[in-house]
């Protein structure tokens, strides 16, 4: 995945941060952004994220994400396989500031809304990564 977001390039048995990779590891603040836009480049989220921003204020329940999201891509993916692939592109919206904000929730289990979320709660991605500039 790194490579298809373009953090990094490989080539035979060596591997070589790009600068996205450098600036993403080296500026905390622009993680996000920079994930954003690399998942971007990857034709399955971006239509995720597509699918996400026509479905509006209707908050969908992940079997129901699942099933869009294979009939979008027009994949033969059995339930299992579309829920999991769903919830980790969901994941990826989360921590590229992508997804709608019912389907994110804080640690407490609600929505900035006040309302019960309707996905998981949210596991800080980039945390382990420090800068050692």
């Known amino acids: 995945m790194l490579e298809a977001i373009g953090f990094i390039s490989k080539q035979n048995q060596s591997i070589e941060l ?75 919206a989360r921590h590229a500031g992508l997804a709608p904000s019912f389907y994110i929730r804080d640690r407490t289990g609600w929505t900035k809304k006040r309302q019960p979320a309707v996905q998981y709660i949210i596991a800080p991605l980039f945390s382990d990564i420090v800068d050692t500039n």
Do not use: Y
């Open 18 to 92: 790009l600068p996205a990779g450098h600036e993403f590891v080296s500026n905390s603040e622009k993680r996000s952004t920079l994930f954003a836009q690399g998942a971007l480049k990857i034709e399955s989220f971006k239509v995720f994220i597509e699918m996400l921003e026509a479905l509006g204020d209707t908050p969908q329940t992940l079997p129901q994400l699942a099933a869009a999201l294979r009939e979008k891509l027009g994949t033969d993916w059995k339930d299992g396989t579309a829920e999991v692939n769903s919830k980790i592109m969901l994941d990826w």
